[in-house]
């Protein structure tokens, strides 16, 4: 499958989700309300265009693009064909690993250098819904990740929280 096919295939529609925890990675309830991503922390992302990306009718992760349309976003399980986000309740991130990847328009994620991301390897992804599709979630123990190999790359420090409401 082509690669930016399958990322502009990601798009998430998420609804009110809060962190009450003081943390610099707060998210507020309106960050999520509609169709919506938000990411606090290692990276501030609000895209507005999400939807779910599936694989054998289960969920695996959200797409979109990024605001102003020049490049796309997904945010899936590591393992796409054995790992899922499909069912409400938590997800152990340690178990599962979460990755997000950043492509430029006409990006090509398998070479080297042309993408931009990271694998979580710790944290927890919480499913609040299926129908409409809202996720809230806290990544750690992050690695870089360009898209272009499943190894993970230099430990980076700090977190990502976020909250998504996706189309189905």
Same mark, same amino acid.
Request: hydrophobic share 40%; with cysteine; charged share 15%.
């Given at each position: 499958?082509?690669?930016?096919?399958?990322?502009?295939?990601?798009?998430?529609?998420?609804?009110?989700?809060?962190?009450?925890?003081?943390?610099?990675?707060?998210?507020?309830?309106?960050?999520?309300?509609?169709?919506? +991503? &938000?990411?606090? !922390?290692?990276? *501030?992302?609000? /895209?507005?265009?999400?939807?779910? %990306? =599936?694989?054998?009718?289960?969920?695996?992760?959200?797409?979109?693009?990024?605001?102003?349309?020049?490049?796309?976003?997904?945010?899936?399980?590591?393992?796409?064909?054995?790992?899922? +986000? &499909?069912?409400? !309740?938590?997800? *152990?991130?340690? /178990?599962?690993?979460?990755?997000? %990847? =950043?492509?430029?328009?006409?990006?090509?994620?398998?070479?080297?250098?042309?993408?931009?991301?990271?694998?979580?390897?710790?944290?927890?992804?919480?499913?609040?819904?299926?129908?409409?599709?809202?996720?809230?979630?806290?990544?750690?123990?992050?690695?870089?990740?360009?898209?272009?190999?499943?190894?993970?790359?230099?430990?980076?420090?700090?977190?990502?929280?976020?909250?998504?409401?996706?189309?189905?």
């Amino acid at each position: 499958m082509n690669h930016r096919a399958a990322l502009l295939s990601l798009c998430l529609l998420v609804p009110a989700c809060a962190d009450d925890s003081g943390d610099v990675g707060d998210i507020l309830a309106y960050d999520c309300e509609g169709e919506h +991503l &938000a990411l606090r !922390g290692l990276k *501030d992302l609000d /895209a507005d265009s999400v939807a779910t %990306v =599936e694989l054998d009718s289960a969920v695996i992760g959200v797409g979109g693009f990024l605001p102003g349309a020049t490049a796309s976003y997904a945010l899936t399980v590591r393992n796409v064909l054995a790992d899922q +986000l &499909a069912t409400v !309740g938590d997800h *152990d991130v340690g /178990a599962i690993n979460i990755k997000y %990847v =950043e492509a430029p328009a006409n990006a090509n994620c398998q070479t080297p250098g042309e993408c931009w991301g990271f694998v979580a390897t710790a944290g927890t992804f919480t499913v609040l819904s299926t129908s409409p599709y809202r996720a809230e979630f806290t990544l750690a123990d992050l690695h870089d990740h360009d898209g272009s190999s499943d190894t993970l790359g230099p430990a980076i420090s700090g977190k990502v929280y976020g909250c998504l409401t996706a189309a189905p």
